[in-house]
T-cell receptor
Framework: GAVVSQHPSWVICKSGTSVKIECRSL??????MFWYRQFPKQSLMLMAT?????????EQGVEKDKFLINHASLTLSTLTVTSAHPEDSSFYIC?????????????FGSGTRLTVV | QKEVEQNSGPLSVPEGAIASLNCTYS??????FFWYRQYSGKSPELIMF????GDKEDGRFTAQLNKASQYVSLLIRDSQPSDSATYLC??????????FGQGTRLTINP
């Protein structure tokens, strides 16, 4: 149980275009999802916390107009990187909080490797 | 001071030995403590979580928590080459966002 599906696993886009990444909880309801970014040889950096039906909470320094987060249902959150630039190339990972588990479960998606050319 | 600190390594351990990974945290209100393993190019996978002082064992893995010292560790017994990965320590207050350390790169030498 507690599976989080993330798509696509990798994407290459041209500079200036937008890319949407989906994160789905397959067998549980996730009222809260988290979006992380990870650069090579660095740890995960939390970008934003996404709550179903409400606006996402962004971490300091993360541009909310550039990284659009939508959490329209209890099983789906999306991250859209708008007007992507090469410096946005990174590994993006979502995580869903499984409130049905032992109250401590945070399950990660498989990640999306974004390359902006 | 970083909220969660780990030695970035690399930590090199011979196969069959015990690997010891350490983590300290600054928020005394932290209530849950997690160890994740991350292979290169992959997302983190949960190894263990602990929330009470003392030891918690699961197979070859033992997590140790000392809230007074704000210290959590992970021991890996009978280390295998497949254990070679980056180990991430994460802490949080109940139901709140995870705060990650920078990770320790572990290499198990055959």
């Amino acid at each position: 149980g507690a599976v989080v599906s993330q798509h696509p696993s990798w994407v290459i886009c041209k500079s200036g275009t937008s890319v949407k990444i989906e994160c789905r909880s397959l067998d549980f309801q996730a009222t809260t999802m988290f979006w992380y970014r990870q650069f090579p040889k660095q740890s995960l950096m939390l970008m934003a916390t996404s709550n179903e039906g409400s606006k996402a909470t962004y971490e300091q320094g993360v541009e909310k107009d550039k990284f659009l987060i939508n959490h329209a249902s209890l099983t789906l959150s999306t991250l859209t990187v708008t007007s992507a630039h090469p410096e946005d190339s990174s590994f993006y990972i979502c995580s869903a909080k499984n409130t049905g588990a032992l109250a401590y479960g945070y399950t990660f998606g498989s990640g999306t490797r974004l390359t902006v050319v | 001071q970083k909220e969660v600190e780990q030695n970035s390594g690399p930590l090199s351990v011979p196969e069959g030995a015990i690997a010891s990974l350490n983590c300290t945290y600054s928020d005394r209100g932290s209530q849950s403590f997690f160890w994740y393993r991350q292979y290169s190019g992959k997302s983190p996978e949960l190894i263990m979580f602990i929330y009470s002082n003392g030891d918690k064992e699961d197979g070859r893995f033992t997590a140790q928590l000392n809230k007074a010292s704000q210290y959590v560790s992970l021991l890996i017994r009978d280390s295998q080459p497949s254990d070679s990965a980056t180990y991430l320590c994460a802490v949080n207050r109940l139901h709140q966002k995870l705060v990650f350390g920078q990770g320790t790169r572990l290499t198990i030498n055959p």
